[in-house]
């Protein structure tokens, strides 16, 4: 998209900064994304679930979704989401295209960025749409950008150090009902707990602690379609010692209870 003319950016009247009731439930579609969405999290904590794969998102966590993507969401209704979406197309395919999720690291700027954009369209404002696509072109960049210098960073870490980090996502994995902490795991690492929780969510993706119980309700979610586990069982054998903790976890990442998937 930075090779882009403003002019190749088509908006959508589907633009708004919601603040989610605490019911808020964004529901599967019956047809995949029709158009691109950007998709910016100001506050509050919920799940985004992307073509089935979970992310816990919170402030700066920002998606781009594309034509043909499958999303669903939900939210913590004691912490609801404050949101902002974007949709649009292109009138032509792109060369570059920003990430289809990124933690952002300068937020003010970007914030600044989306409430111009949203504030444009709650009332008729002289020029709007060509200053609109000037600045979702803007959006875009600052997306690259990020990206770009993400991938410089990765570039100065080395491979031995990505080797460590993969084998220890890889350990949890496969070991997902082990009383896994930043501490054990770290150690095992052979780096300090610091060290490694930045490393590791820098490289993955996700905090240690996002992917230790991403790994959990994963597994927990194969236990209950082919083991014959009942909800209990399943829980007991991941660790949980609160079912309640653990079924209010299991529709945190994926939208629904665990007696349903059983």
């Given amino acids: 998209m930075l090779y882009l003319n403003p002019d190749d950016f088509l908006l959508k009247p589907a633009v708004a900064t919601i603040h989610c009731e605490p019911n808020w439930k964004w529901r599967k579609r019956g047809t995949p994304m029709p158009n691109y969405d950007l998709f910016y999290v100001w506050s509050g904590e919920g799940t985004v679930l992307l073509n089935k794969k ?6 700066g966590h920002c998606f781009l979704f594309n034509p043909g993507d499958e999303t669903e969401a939900t939210h913590n209704p004691q912490n609801p989401l404050v949101l902002t979406y974007i949709h649009f197309d292109l009138s032509k395919k792109p060369r570059l295209i920003p990430s289809s999720h990124r ?4 937020t003010i700027s970007f914030e600044s960025l989306l409430t111009q954009y949203v504030r444009l369209f709650l009332v008729e404002t002289y ?8 600045i979702l072109k803007q959006l875009m960049i600052h997306l690259l950008r990020e ?13 031995s150090l990505l080797e460590t980090i993969h084998e220890i996502a890889n350990y949890v994995q496969q070991h997902p009902g082990e009383p896994h902490t930043i501490e ?7 780096l300090s ?6 490393k590791f969510k820098q ?4 905090t240690v602690k996002s992917y230790i119980v991403y790994s959990r309700i994963k597994r927990a979610e194969h236990l209950l379609h082919f083991s014959g586990m009942s909800v209990t069982e399943a829980a007991y054998a991941l660790g949980y010692n609160d079912l309640h ?10 939208g629904k209870n665990p007696s349903e998937v059983r």
């Fill in 193 to 198: 707990p610091r060290y490694f929780s930045r």
């Fill in 147 to 159: 990206e770009q210098e993400k991938e410089e960073e990765l570039e100065g870490t080395s491979n």
């Fill in 103 to 106: 933690i952002l690291k300068n």
């Fill in 245 to 254: 903790f653990f079924s209010r976890q299991f529709k945190q990442y994926t």
């Fill in 184 to 190: 054990s795991l770290s150690a095992r690492a052979n």
């Fill in 203 to 206: 490289i993955i993706g996700q």
């Fill in 127 to 134: 020029g709007a749409e060509i200053e609109g696509k000037l």
């Fill in 54 to 59: 979970p992310y816990n998102v919170g402030k």
